[in-house]
């Protein structure tokens, strides 16, 4: 947790734009509001809209999770303060359960420009104040004091929810002034468009909001988005900066926890040293899992439009770690036999090209639905509801994990396996079973029994990819039950698997991740990053943040891999990959990777032996490599070495 560098006194307020937010400073404190000369014939909220009406502004979410109060704000304005409230204990789980709303009251058109502006600042509630159920908020968590709203424009004509504003902002404590220009991008009658302050983050939060304003201008009068007042409306991520402190300090720890010496010596057949012989020493694989989802589809050339020779090729030159996105599922996994044994020849194929193959999932505890447990297998002991039919559930998933390990090991695969993936997020069978916890203990003891050798995580998402210090439901889930299970089968669970699928409109700074994965380390757990992908987020915006999770990640000494949810847009559940668009067209990812993981991360380095026949490479980076000796004009000489923390010396016969 030392590692960590907070976010002092910070909020982040999520502003939803569509298109052609441009990011500029955080206005200075005092400035006058939205100070612009618009082009003329634009609609606006009228006055009876102010923020403080609450006739015209109401509070969505049936008011569960989050209060409001019109306050004095000491500027001489009033202002309207929203506070969330928690529900049985537990602040409000989604963004939109708390939420200040309004519907637009004029009709706007596709194509139409929007000008939405607002002031607000972050306003964190005193410790102990209390909701309208008088329920305690808590004292605010001194080192991480983050407050969350979301400003989104909304269609619900039929129920669309389709989106023009979606954007994240973050203020501090002082006043901001906010400008967004966008596009509107459906047609509403008057009231079915909608004004949204979502502010549902999973923590206590208290932000005051005022001048809150909307204009709007027909498309017929072709104002440019790019024309108007923007600011502060850019995803972004705190410790994004070119010469941010946390990234400096992780690639020091790089140096120290990735690197160790290469040592070769080299003579002759009688054992002479030999003196001035070429030395070459090249990483082959990296000890570092570096990998991608494996689509086994558009392997075969299955998959329509995806181009399947140059996804192998671009598979077998990024990655030394494959995982498949479906097919060791439950469901998948008993599927028809050729698809079935197709699994099992691309299993042999990877290996055999030196990938290492992890197996996901074999459990995932809910009934019914894709990758989850089959229906047959779970409706009806579930419908039964009696300690037999608990028996005869537990048998069957017990005799699935003894079957997909076993028949994999003959294999050589897998190197570990998510156990048990999403618990807290599909807890339908745990449930049921009643043993708690006590039901993954036995998944995983069962995995054990099959394949001692292999690892076991449990896997879930918004977990490290969170705010480490919110306590957030699956936060709070996990910082029990892992403690819990370390102490109650030491060493059962060897790693947490953080699935790390990210919306880019509100990322976590990577030093909160960096606290997941330290913490995670003092139960004796390995963490690896296994379905990362970012939504929302520009190519820039992206690549940095690709960056910067890559950097964190190595940098932690509990952390051994990180994963891609796929690499290509063509084969992407989301059409949103890392390192390629449609068609092969790199994205900046792609250069991101390159420099790290295929550049400065995998090693190599050449010499000359000096009169003594030795050679010292000086730190590499962990992993496998090829040291090639060529003496004169003899032929050249390769052995494989392995460099790990304690480093590597060999002596080469020419």
């Known amino acids: 947790l030392t590692l960590m560098t907070m976010w002092l006194g910070w909020t982040s307020v999520l502003v939803g734009v569509a298109a052609h937010a441009a990011s500029v400073g955080v206005l200075p404190q005092g400035e006058a509001p939205h100070v612009a000369t618009l082009p003329p014939n634009g609609r606006v909220l009228p006055p009876w809209t102010q923020v403080t009406n609450a006739s015209f502004w109401s509070l969505g979410g049936e008011g569960k999770f989050v209060t409001r109060a019109v306050v004095p704000d000491g500027t001489g304005e009033e202002v309207l303060r929203l506070v969330t409230l928690p529900l049985n204990g537990r602040p409000a789980p989604n963004v939109w359960l708390a939420v200040l709303q309004a519907d637009i009251p004029f009709g706007v058109s596709q194509g139409d420009t929007g000008l939405l502006t607002f002031t607000a600042r972050a306003s964190p509630p005193s410790a102990g104040a209390l909701g309208q159920r008088g329920r ?10 983050v407050t969350l709203i979301v400003p989104v424009i909304q269609s619900d004509l039929d129920k669309s929810y389709t989106k023009s504003v979606d954007l994240a902002v973050r203020l501090n404590s002082s006043y901001q002034n906010i400008s967004i220009p966008f596009t509107f991008r459906q047609t509403d009658p008057s009231g079915l468009a909608r004004i949204m302050f979502e502010i549902g983050f999973e923590q206590p939060q208290s932000i005051d909001l005022k001048r809150v304003q909307l204009e709007v201008w027909p498309a017929s009068e072709h104002v440019d ?29 790089i140096d120290t926890l990735r690197r160790a010496p290469l040592t070769v010596h080299v003579t002759d057949a009688s054992g002479h040293p030999k003196a001035g012989c070429d030395i070459n020493a090249t990483m082959t694989r990296s000890d570092f899992r570096f990998g991608s989802a494996v689509n086994q589809h558009v392997w075969y050339g299955l998959h329509n439009g995806v181009n399947a020779s140059i996804y192998r090729q671009e598979f077998l030159r990024l990655f030394n770690t494959a995982v498949f996105e479906g097919e060791m599922k439950w469901p998948e996994w008993e599927a028809d036999a050729p698809s079935h044994n197709q699994t099992l020849e691309l299993v042999d194929t990877l290996i055999a090209a030196g990938i290492r193959v992890r197996g996901h999932n074999l459990v995932w505890p809910s009934c019914g639905g894709s990758g989850k447990v089959p229906t047959d297998v779970c409706a009806g002991p579930i419908a039964a509801n009696t300690s037999a039919s ?27 396996f998510d156990v048990v993936n999403e618990p807290h997020g599909n807890p339908q069978i745990v449930d049921f079973l009643g043993v708690g916890n006590g039901s993954m203990l036995k998944w995983l003891a069962a995995a054990n029994a099959s394949n001692p050798s292999a690892g076991r995580r449990i896997n879930e998402d918004r977990v490290c990819s969170a705010f480490f210090d919110i306590d957030s439901p699956q936060q709070a889930y996990y910082k029990e039950m892992l403690p819990w299970m370390a102490q109650s089968a030491p060493g059962l669970l060897t790693g947490l698997g953080c699935e790390s699928h990210l919306d880019g409109t509100v990322l976590p700074a990577p030093t909160d991740m960096l606290g997941w994965y330290e913490w995670a380390g003092t139960l004796g757990l390995t963490v690896r990053i296994t379905e990362f992908d970012v939504v929302n987020a520009d190519d820039a915006l992206y690549a940095d943040y690709l960056r910067d999770t890559l950097i964190a990640l190595y940098s932690s000494s509990s952390a051994d891999g ?93």
């Not at 190599?604 to 050679?615: E, L, M, Q, R």
Request: with cysteine; net charge negative; glycine share 12%.
């Open 390 to 416: 608990r028996a005869t559930l537990e048998a069957a998933i017990e005799a699935h994990i003894a079957d997909e390990v076993t028949t994999l090991k003959a294999h050589g695969c897998c190197e570990e």
């Open 136 to 145: 305690s908020l808590g004292p605010r968590t001194p080192s991480h004091n």
């Open 225 to 253: 988005p790019a024309s108007l007042p923007s600011c502060c409306g850019t995803p972004d991520y705190p410790g994004r900066e070119a010469n941010a402190t946390w990234r400096a300090e992780a690639l020091a720890r």
């Open 562 to 654: 990180f994963l891609m949810w796929g690499f290509t847009d063509d084969a992407h559940w989301l059409h949103s990959a890392p390192l390629f668009r449609s068609g092969w067209v790199g994205k900046p990812g792609l250069a991101v990777w390159e420099e790290w993981v295929l550049g400065k991360w995998r090693t190599g380095v050449f010499g000359i032996t000096d009169s003594a026949g030795g050679w010292e490479a000086g730190p590499v980076h962990h992993g496998e490599y090829n040291v090639e000796v060529r003496c004169g004009g003899g032929a050249a000489v390769v052995r494989e070495v392995h460099v790990t923390a304690g480093g590597a010396e060999i002596t080469v016969q020419v």
